[in-house]
């Protein structure tokens, strides 16, 4: 009955149940901020697509998918939504400590996720099957991210005071993941760091946002081996603040202010830098990026007054197909459903 209900209260906030998608599909989910939505489109054909509603109130930030199964942290709710994507509906929903936020999430394990609490300073374990939450795990101030390679967890801390200024350089807290303990606190040379992603050689690349106006903008290299920051690259101008890490070691850095930053990871250089950066369709505010399986890059138009754009791109970046979703579009990722 239960389920039942959340499939009810689900479609009250805006799901559809749309077409069918194929068994063993690759989809691509995004997520909208402002219409408190999922939008799920087949990579195939992206005009076959559906919604699910998330929630009346909260401000979603990020999600993590695994699977069928999507978690949505609630931003200023101190709560994540836990979605069941094959079936098109919230399952349930998890209490995070009280006045906590909710920002970062990723799985660690198919069962659990860290959840960031920036309120508090902390994380915590959040099990996807039952929703019951485990003790907070204490890491630096204003968790923003995180990021798993299975074995460890990398929390990134954007280090902010109260009026959400940078108060000290950023930090990444390390957690063991069979012992949930933090093992190691990486210093940061930038200021505000934000997204993150993991190269295939376990090199960790996160965008330092810096200080609004200020154009301080850079890229952190952690090695996951020695857990320490091993480069540091200024230059990425005004608050770069998702990472991908795409075919031929290509960095993909998006800034709601300029479009996207694209680094060579090999030669240690621009490809396209903040004053020649790839806008597609001539858009200058990105908010998101990613890679399906076959290593396409997709990134997001960050408009929040009416329903946004979903860009494919092709190898060499030239936009290859728009595709709608719902409003202010702010994070998406790629996974298989049915079969």
Known sequence: ????????????????????????????????????????????????????????????????????????????????????????????????????????????????????????????????????????????????????????????????????????LGTVSVIDIASLQVIETIELSGENPGGAALAPDGQLFIANRGRFGERSGSLSVVSTATLEETEHHLGFDEFPSRVGFGPGGRVLVTSTEYGIAVWDSATREFVFDPFNPVTPGGNRSSAGVGFDSDGTPYTLELECSEPGDVFRLSEDLVLERTIQVGTCPIDIAFTMLGG
Request: proline share 7%; with cysteine; glycine share 10%.
């Open 1 to 168: 009955m239960a389920m039942i209900l959340a499939g009810f209260a689900a479609c009250d906030g805006g799901s559809s149940f749309g077409p069918d998608i194929p068994d063993d599909a690759e989809v691509a989910v995004v997520l909208n901020s402002i219409d408190r939505t999922l939008t799920v489109f087949e990579v195939a054909r992206p005009d076959n697509m559906f919604t699910i509603g998330v929630g009346f109130d909260g401000s979603p930030v990020t999600f993590a998918v695994r699977g069928a199964t999507a978690v949505v942290a609630m931003g200023s709710l101190p709560e994540v939504v836990i979605v069941d994507l094959d079936e098109r509906f919230v399952v349930r929903r998890a209490e995070l400590p009280r006045n906590s936020g909710a920002t970062g999430v990723a799985f660690i394990d198919d069962d659990t996720v860290l959840v960031g609490n920036p309120n508090l300073d902390s994380v915590s374990p959040v099990n996807v099957q039952t929703g019951n939450v485990g003790p907070e795990i204490l890491v630096g101030f204003f968790p923003e991210f995180i990021v798993s390679d299975g074995q460890r967890a990398y929390v990134i801390n954007a280090e902010l005071g109260d009026d959400f200024v940078p108060v000290r």
